[in-house]
């Protein structure tokens, strides 16, 4: 059964001066423990989707389904991640993590027993103390995926959570997520303009073009790469075929630009 179905979703973005039709009938259904990505140019809508998915907005026409039901009065936990982290500043790791448990008055021994094995997780219990001005950006990006995940939510929304961070910082944190959301079970969604990093980490990638956004193709990432580890899925001999296949797609309309000689 599908998990999460976004059905013929529209969305248009009203300004004093006229309006942007930013997506034009969205479809996708994504199972359970699924991971998929969403690729496409800039200004496509693939944070709009993330948006009204995570229901800080409501989609102008369609329909989003949990479990064959409207999304709209149901309880669905969404994590959301995004490139920059939010942490407090003057809020230790500790309470920067336990923020979620408290607002909702569910501080237990138990929660900062999870907060604990997260944070361990993570490779990041000595931070515990510490203040996020005290960490890398890398570090940061893990304690905000610790804040996540605490919470349980039953969908991981990633929007270009690592695309600020160092190449070799941005390879390990896309082993860690992929490890974390296997682990854990989650169904997420991640929005990328990474093509290598889309492959290395999902199961299915939708292909966006824009104005108004659309989902151009949908790319099943092949079986031998799904359960590898991103770092080890850019060496497998299956990536180079599936990454020239989309990228195919995506350089279309601009041709020109990709002749083999500089
Ligand atoms: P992406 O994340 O793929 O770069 P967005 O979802 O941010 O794209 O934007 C899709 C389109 O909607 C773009 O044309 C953008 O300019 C427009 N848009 C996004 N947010 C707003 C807004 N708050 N008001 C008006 N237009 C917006
Ligand atoms: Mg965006």
Same mark, same amino acid.
């Given at each position: 059964?599908?998990?999460?179905?976004?059905?013929?979703?529209?969305?248009?973005?009203?300004?004093?001066?006229?309006?942007?039709?930013?997506?034009?009938?969205?479809?996708?259904?994504?199972?359970?423990?699924?991971? &998929?990505?969403? #690729?496409?140019?800039?200004?496509?809508?693939?944070?709009?989707i993330l948006? #009204? #998915?995570?229901?800080?907005?409501?989609?102008?026409?369609?329909?989003?389904k949990l479990?064959?039901?409207? #999304?709209?009065?149901?309880?669905?936990?969404?994590?959301?991640?995004?490139?920059?982290? /939010?942490?407090?500043?003057?809020?230790? &790791?500790?309470?920067?993590?336990?923020?979620?448990?408290?607002?909702?008055?569910?501080?237990?021994?138990?929660?900062?027993?999870?907060?604990?094995?997260? @944070?361990?997780?993570?490779?990041?219990?000595?931070?515990?103390?510490? /203040?996020?001005?005290?960490?890398?950006?890398?570090? +940061?990006? *893990?304690?905000?995926?610790? *804040?996540?995940?605490?919470?349980?939510?039953?969908?991981?929304?990633?929007?270009?959570?690592?695309?600020?961070?160092?190449?070799?910082?941005? @390879?390990? @944190?896309?082993?860690?997520?992929?490890?974390? =959301?296997?682990?854990?079970?989650?169904?997420?969604?991640?929005?990328?303009?990474? @093509?290598?990093?889309?492959?290395?980490?999902?199961? *299915?990638?939708?292909?966006?073009?824009?104005?108004?956004? +659309?989902?151009?193709?949908? !790319?099943?990432?092949?079986e031998e790469?799904?359960?590898?580890?991103?770092? !080890?899925?850019? +060496?497998?001999?299956?990536?180079?075929?599936?990454?020239?296949?989309?990228?195919?797609?995506?350089?279309?309309? =601009?041709?020109?630009?990709?002749?083999?000689?500089?």
């Amino acid at each position: 059964m599908s998990f999460l179905t976004l059905d013929n979703v529209s969305h248009y973005y009203f300004t004093t001066t006229g309006y942007t039709k930013a997506l034009d009938e969205i479809n996708l259904s994504i199972k359970e423990g699924e991971f &998929v990505s969403i #690729i496409g140019p800039s200004g496509c809508g693939k944070s709009t989707i993330l948006s #009204i #998915i995570a229901r800080l907005m409501k989609q102008t026409e369609g329909e989003i389904k949990l479990r064959n039901e409207s #999304i709209i009065n149901s309880s669905l936990n969404i994590g959301y991640m995004l490139q920059q982290d /939010y942490l407090f500043p003057w809020k230790t &790791v500790m309470n920067n993590i336990l923020l979620g448990p408290k607002i909702s008055e569910n501080i237990t021994d138990e929660t900062k027993r999870l907060a604990r094995k997260l @944070l361990e997780d993570v490779n990041l219990s000595h931070t515990e103390n510490v /203040y996020p001005s005290e960490l890398s950006g890398g570090m +940061r990006q *893990r304690i905000a995926l610790v *804040r996540t995940l605490i919470t349980d939510p039953e969908i991981l929304l990633f929007d270009e959570p690592f695309s600020a961070l160092d190449y070799v910082t941005k @390879l390990k @944190l896309e082993n860690l997520v992929a490890k974390l =959301m296997k682990t854990y079970n989650k169904t997420a969604i991640l929005v990328t303009h990474d @093509l290598g990093e889309a492959i290395s980490m999902s199961d *299915r990638i939708f292909l966006m073009e824009g104005s108004p956004g +659309r989902i151009a193709k949908t !790319f099943n990432v092949p079986e031998e790469l799904r359960n590898e580890a991103p770092f !080890f899925v850019r +060496r497998h001999p299956k990536y180079q075929p599936i990454f020239d296949e989309i990228w195919e797609q995506l350089s279309d309309d =601009m041709s020109d630009e990709t002749e083999r000689k500089v």
